[in-house]
């Protein structure tokens, strides 16, 4: 690719997704949401709501949301939720609180965008078209020209275990495309599967599931427990 291309191609890639840098502090878990009840008492750290995950051993304590709450704040209905931590004052303006910010719910993860040197292509896994809601698999080639674009639907998304090789293999929500060798190591084929990984702090995997490392596959993740 000419040098013109690759910085063109940058500048996209900037627009696209130069506003979504995660922080390093990002937590993503699955569990319940709740009103807090906060005692009156000065210095004390209380958010309005409290998160508490599907294991019940992580209890985060709430302040704020970028997305709407409502109906979900009965401690009942699981969701998968990320955000990341933020300092604020005790009650009555004593000590310092740790509080969790809500960023994302039940946010659809999907396989990154990737560039192919050798084909001089640009892979987009998701993309929607101006005006409407309906996604697609786009493959450009510079400047911005449409090499490939394929419609995913509803079915199209992945389940847990089941390959996201394809620009098209979308991953199901709450779950990542995870990619690894096999037995061969990296003189084999690169295999790209949806995976709850498990190693990241926070990560906790789904009842009936534990965290399992596979050696020769994705690594730590979630599998169903063997009865």
Not at 8 to 32: E, H, K, P, Q, Y
Not at 123 to 131: K, L, M
Request: charged letters at 15%; aromatic letters at 8%.
């Amino acid at each position: 690719m000419k040098h013109t291309s690759k910085a063109i191609f940058a500048t996209f890639l900037f627009l696209m997704f130069g506003g979504n840098v995660l922080a390093a502090d990002r937590v993503t878990l699955s569990g319940t949401l709740s009103q807090a009840a906060c005692p009156a008492a000065c210095g004390v750290c209380c958010g309005n709501y409290l998160l508490q995950d599907t294991s019940g051993q992580i209890s985060l304590s709430v302040g704020n949301s970028f997305v709407d709450l409502t109906g979900i704040t009965d401690g009942k209905v699981v969701k998968r939720f990320s955000g990341s931590f933020y300092p604020a004052p005790g009650q009555c303006g004593i000590g310092q609180c740790n509080l969790f910010v809500i960023e994302e719910i039940d946010k659809q993860t999907v396989a990154e965008t990737v560039y192919d040197p050798k084909k001089d292509t640009l892979a987009i896994p998701s993309a929607t078209i101006s005006g409407t809601s309906d996604h697609f698999a786009v493959t450009l080639k510079p400047p911005f020209n449409i090499d490939s674009i394929t419609a995913i639907g509803k079915g199209k998304f992945a389940a847990q275990g089941r390959s996201c090789a394809s620009i098209a293999d979308q991953c199901a929500t709450g779950l990542t495309c995870v990619s690894y060798f096999g037995i061969a190591g990296g003189s084999g084929p690169e295999f790209k599967t949806c995976e709850i990984p498990c190693a990241q702090p926070g990560a906790v995997c789904p009842s009936g599931q534990a965290c399992v490392t596979v050696a020769d596959g994705p690594g730590q993740v979630c599998q169903v427990i063997a009865k």
